[in-house]
């Protein structure tokens, strides 16, 4: 069996102007990046918006996998293949999970998108861009410290961390201004990965390039000494990270194995950030395209949640169908099977672990008014009496896909299973919360009907930091809450459908730039580590030049 970065090579890729054209794109409007990836100016495209939007979610994470963007990918192929005007809008990866654990986010098997190394390494150079306008931010800052400090800045209070597109858990908290007068200020700090960067959210989340810029200036570095915000655009750094990112905010424009269109743009984790594509990708593909396939990072209760209250309200985006992603491993590593025993048939852990697959279903519905099916991703270890157990449990269609194995022919039932439902209206999308509730009672509407929490908790420093945001009249934001992946609570290990435990929220961020506040729940760390056995120990590069060990 061919890994996935062997299927990769033998693609014979489409010059990037020829799917550029495919897409209607004037030369002015794209800006190639080599042969095989471009830019697009987005600011030049004069079209409506009239694209319908899918969004791809999952059930909770689990080590079987569940193939959340290979069956985006997939569904994408598919719906080329009959004869729809596709457009597919996936996120960037980080370099931290390429090298740690996770491994590259470009698809897998016959469902991915290219150049596949190109993609998982340095791709355009975002998200370079990216972590040098967030670290020359912070470079500001100290400076100011040093020069004099006009604005009061209490070194105290400082709340801007560096970032680095890596996991390293050794600079969650360091020390900078060592060495004496002529560093700087000696004074506690921090790293983030980039991904959690409010940068990368305002990047994500910024309509425009002066949207861009205006939400630059509205990021929040701390507080002086009478415990007001200084902002950065008091700091004066705000239109030299503009000048570092206006190439960022276009999309990156790629193509799938079969030669369809993609935009890889972005790369917000949902676990620490709010896990979705770029505005300005979704948006220009409801330009481009009839069809908008996007994709939300983990579970529906990440991903799927931050998609609905935070980008389709600010992009005011409407879609009109939901695919939730699982698989029999997935479900039935839920009901408490142990990994090596998940190809094993077992009908009565499938029924038990089913529940995990409802919640999320039931959310989607309930909460946010959606209409859904599932996306059943087979394994050759799948029997048809397991997926008839689960056929029966859940009230909304399961169509089984292949298109790992199989590509966009795989996928077939799927996308007639979703033309079907673009047929109906688009629903009118509900939140979790409302924007006028005060923080507390925001975090506790969406512990309560999406986690199915009983309660929320904070500790003293989070209940402080939420009265200094409240009083500076950072009131009516939506939030964002940092959480493990594999569980509907804070605990990784509570699988299946926990229900009555309690949320407790340990920090509190402002993002103002972005337009949120992140609520760091229970253990969650906003600086992964590596593994014991990272992904970087596979990898090697032979005397031609070929990467050897990325997946």
Known sequence: MLSDIEIARQCKMREIDEVAKDLSLAATEVEPYGRYKAKVNVGKLSQERQ????????????????????TSVGLADALALRGKKAMLCLR????GP?????????????????????INLNFTGDFAAIALAHNLLAAMIDNHLHHGNELRLDARQIWWKRVVDMNDRALRQISVGLGGPLNGFVREDGFDIVAASEIMAIVCLASDLADLRSRLGKIVVGLDLDKNPVTCEQIGAAGAMAVILKDVLGPNLVQTLEGNPAF???????NIAHGCSTLTATHAAQKLADIVVTEAGFGADLGAEKFFDIKCRAGQIQPTAVVCVATIRSIKYNAGVARPDLDQPNIEAVQAGAVNLLRH??????VFGQQVLVALNRFAADTDEEIAALRELVPVPVVVSTHFANGGEGALELADAVLEMLEAPTPELR????????YEQKALDLAKRVYRASEVTWSPGAKRRLGIIAAAGYENLPICVAKNQYSFSADP?????????????????????????VLVAGDMMTMPGLPKQPAALGMEVDADGNIIGLS
């Open 98 to 118: 390429v090298f740690g654990m996770k491994g590259g986010a470009a698809g897998g098997g016959y469902a991915q998108v290219v150049p596949m190394e190109d």
């Open 431 to 438: 939140h979790a919360y409302e924007l006028t509730d005060s």
């Open 92 to 95: 960037e990866p980080s370099m």
């Open 264 to 270: 890889v743009h972005g790369g917000p984790f949902a």
């Open 51 to 70: 694209g319908k939007v899918v969004l791809v979610t999952a059930v909770s994470p689990t080590p079987a996998g569940e193939g959340k963007t290979t």
């Open 361 to 366: 279903v039931e959310n989607l519905q309930e």
């Open 493 to 517: 290990k509570a699988l299946g459908a926990p229900s009555g435990h309690t949320l407790h929220i340990r920090e509190v961020r402002l993002s103002a730039g972005a337009g949120f506040i």
